[in-house]
């Protein structure tokens, strides 16, 4: 049990399990990239924790950016998407692979693939380390998950419960 900000939550995936997944999703992007010098393209906050250890993990030449979204405001989804910060890299004729921490509505990687397929890419695909699939609402895939995880809301590995809890090695979801 832990305890972020005025909320209690109890561990749900441990280090040694979110290592074994960014290591599988490692290798799956080391075969399939083989030869295609992607662009990984991290989603800020949330995902500099994930796109950290799973650009260590690529044996693969490749290059990383960050662009910045925002969807959340507490526990429960804004339903609003508000971009931050924007993308300076050329990806036209690149292979761009989205890194997000987790997918839940899809809002948020939604309005990113639509800017992001204007752009003419070679390829666009999404890596996710964890996936609420009884949240989803979109239709788009997501190429390479982790893992799926009930409509918990979770902190730790990069994600927050209202600014803190991203430094948790762990993976931790809100007690009832
Ligand atoms: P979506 O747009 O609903 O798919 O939400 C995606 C974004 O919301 C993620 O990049 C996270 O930053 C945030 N998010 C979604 N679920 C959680 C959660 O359980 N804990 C913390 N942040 C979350």
């Known amino acids: ?20 997944k960014v290591a599988e999703i490692a290798e799956r992007i080391n075969h399939d990239y083989d030869g295609k010098n992607p662009l990984l393209l991290g989603i ?42 924007g993308l300076n890299e050329e990806i036209r004729d690149r292979h761009v692979l989205v890194i997000e ?12 693939l639509e800017s992001l397929e204007q752009m003419g890419p070679a390829s666009l695909k999404i890596a996710c380390l964890c996936f609420k699939p009884g ?28 600014g803190f809890g991203r430094n948790l090695p762990e993976i931790y979801k809100l007690s009832r």
């Open 1 to 20: 049990m832990v305890k972020v900000k005025d909320k209690e939550f109890t561990i749900c995936i441990t280090a040694g399990e979110i290592c074994q």
């Open 44 to 85: 800020l906050n949330g995902s500099f924790i994930f796109a950290s250890d799973l650009i260590r993990k690529l044996s693969i030449p490749c290059e990383i950016s960050f662009v910045k979204f925002s969807s959340y405001s507490g526990t429960a989804t804004s339903g609003k998407v508000k971009e931050l910060i």
């Open 101 to 112: 921490d987790i997918v839940d509505t899809g809002l948020t990687l939604e309005k990113l």
């Open 135 to 162: 949240s989803f609402r979109k239709t788009f895939r997501i190429d390479y998950a982790g893992m799926n995880i009930p409509d918990d809301f979770v902190v730790g590995y990069g994600l927050d419960y209202e």
